[in-house]
């Protein structure tokens, strides 16, 4: 060691950040010390990578019919099925919280095997969407799911063939039917979670068609099969009455099928693409986020809400500050947006 390194290393004064040399770890001295920059509330706020805003997230909702209508989710505290009047109030609420966007679910009156309140003019969604852009003007986004699961008796989110195949084309035809008539009804964006293969470019096709050319359509690119979406399906009411989504959700084993989804996404028209759930998919969302361009969302499901909630109330861990570090987890991996029932919680911390 010449005398100049070894003065060097004694001073503690790095000159270069390359790696320690042997003799210098030796002499106990790191040159290297990132603990510097940690050392007050004020450093650390300057080196800080990944930072919430309350833009980023999407505050999921649930609409039923009647008057007068919030009914907690036995399954997820804090969430609530809510009737349209209900409803218009609770996003008041969530525009004074600073919230500029949410999702809208419809538990519909009557299902039957052509999920028609999911398309019908006089839907339990369409209502909605009137009542909120007449009651609150252009001031919130309005997010419409479209899938048909929650309108479909048998509770499958498409068309059943007589041999109880879910039929792909005729599903996507009606989901583009769907998705029309929720932006003509107010929707801002329209949010396909059917995986129906082609569904983007034919709801992108007629939307076009309809004039609704500026609409842009948020894909639920890769949504997996998921034993996280159960308090879900008790809110939406849209457990299938038998079998599974496994005919079209992702497997959750494959990572590179997901990119595949995304890319024919992107190809149909897509304008945002969603990985769904967030936290066992932190892998995808960086996927996408390094592969594509597009904005990226992550919907940080029912289930890994529900988890949270349950734990904090037994006060096995502190709620509110795991609430905030999966929410970062999942910006940190490379979403823009964020799908969370945690939004109107994290806008009052934010
Ligand atoms: C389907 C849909 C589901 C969710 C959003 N859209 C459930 C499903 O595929 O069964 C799940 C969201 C959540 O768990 O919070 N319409």
Same mark, same amino acid.
């Given at each position: 060691?010449?005398?100049?390194?070894?003065?060097?290393?004694?001073?503690?004064?790095?000159?270069?950040?390359?790696?320690?040399?042997?003799? $210098?770890?030796?002499? =106990?001295?790191?040159?290297?010390?990132?603990?510097?920059?940690?050392?007050?509330?004020?450093?650390? &706020?300057?080196?800080?990578?990944?930072?919430?805003?309350?833009?980023?997230?999407?505050?999921?909702?649930?609409?039923?019919?009647?008057?007068?209508?919030?009914? #907690?989710?036995?399954?997820?505290?804090?969430?609530? !099925?809510?009737?349209?009047?209900?409803?218009?109030?609770?996003?008041?609420?969530?525009?004074?919280?600073?919230?500029?966007?949410?999702?809208?679910?419809?538990?519909?009156?009557?299902?039957?095997?052509?999920?028609?309140?999911?398309?019908?003019?006089?839907?339990?969604?369409?209502?909605?969407?009137?009542?909120?852009?007449?009651?609150?003007?252009?001031?919130?986004?309005?997010?419409?799911?479209?899938?048909?699961?929650?309108?479909?008796?048998?509770?499958?989110?498409?068309?059943?063939?007589?041999?109880?195949?879910?039929?792909?084309?005729?599903?996507? $035809?009606?989901?583009?039917?769907?998705?029309?008539?929720?932006?003509?009804?107010?929707?801002?964006?329209?949010?396909?979670?059917?995986?129906?293969?082609?569904?983007?470019?034919?709801?992108?096709?007629?939307?076009? #068609? !309809?004039?609704?050319?500026?609409?842009?359509?948020?894909? *639920?690119?890769?949504?997996?099969?998921?034993?996280?979406?159960?308090?879900?399906?008790?809110?939406?009411?849209?457990?299938?009455?038998? =079998?599974?989504?496994?005919?079209?959700?992702?497997?959750?084993?494959?990572?590179?099928?997901?990119?595949? #989804?995304?890319?024919?996404?992107?190809?149909?028209?897509?304008?945002?693409?969603?990985?769904?759930?967030?936290?066992? *998919?932190?892998?995808?969302?960086?996927?996408?986020?390094? !592969?594509?361009?597009?904005?990226?969302?992550?919907?940080?499901?029912?289930?890994?809400?529900?988890?949270?909630?349950?734990?904090?109330?037994?006060?096995?861990?502190?709620? &509110?500050?795991?609430?905030?570090?999966?929410?970062?987890?999942?910006?940190?991996?490379?979403?823009?947006?964020?799908?969370?029932?945690?939004?109107?919680?994290?806008?009052?911390?934010?």
């Amino acid at each position: 060691m010449n005398l100049f390194r070894l003065e060097r290393v004694l001073s503690n004064q790095a000159i270069f950040s390359g790696p320690l040399k042997r003799d $210098e770890m030796e002499s =106990g001295f790191p040159s290297r010390r990132l603990r510097r920059l940690r050392m007050s509330p004020m450093l650390r &706020e300057m080196i800080c990578e990944t930072r919430l805003s309350c833009s980023n997230l999407i505050y999921p909702l649930f609409v039923c019919p009647g008057n007068g209508i919030r009914h #907690e989710v036995p399954s997820m505290p804090g969430i609530f !099925n809510l009737s349209v009047d209900k409803l218009v109030e609770e996003c008041r609420e969530v525009l004074d919280l600073g919230i500029q966007a949410v999702i809208l679910f419809g538990i519909p009156e009557k299902k039957d095997d052509q999920a028609s309140e999911a398309w019908s003019e006089d839907g339990i969604v369409q209502g909605a969407l009137l009542a909120l852009k007449e009651k609150l003007g252009g001031q919130l986004v309005l997010v419409a799911d479209t899938c048909l699961c929650g309108y479909m008796d048998h509770g499958h989110c498409g068309i059943i063939d007589s041999r109880g195949k879910l039929e792909n084309d005729p599903t996507a $035809e009606l989901l583009a039917r769907t998705a029309v008539s929720q932006a003509r009804a107010g929707a801002d964006i329209i949010a396909p979670s059917d995986m129906m293969d082609g569904r983007i470019g034919i709801i992108r096709r007629r939307l076009d #068609e !309809n004039g609704l050319i500026d609409i842009p359509i948020m894909s *639920y690119a890769a949504k997996f099969s998921s034993a996280f979406y159960g308090p879900f399906r008790e809110a939406a009411q849209s457990k299938p009455k038998s =079998g599974d989504r496994r005919t079209h959700q992702l497997d959750p084993a494959n990572r590179r099928e997901a990119l595949e #989804e995304a890319r024919l996404d992107v190809e149909e028209g897509a304008d945002i693409l969603m990985v769904k759930p967030a936290m066992a *998919y932190l892998d995808i969302i960086a996927d996408f986020r390094k !592969n594509f361009a597009l904005p990226i969302a992550a919907y940080h499901v029912s289930g890994e809400y529900s988890m949270i909630q349950a734990a904090a109330a037994k006060g096995w861990i502190d709620g &509110e500050s795991v609430m905030m570090e999966a929410t970062l987890g999942i910006r940190r991996a490379g979403a823009d947006l964020i799908l969370t029932y945690f939004a109107k919680d994290l806008a009052r911390r934010l």
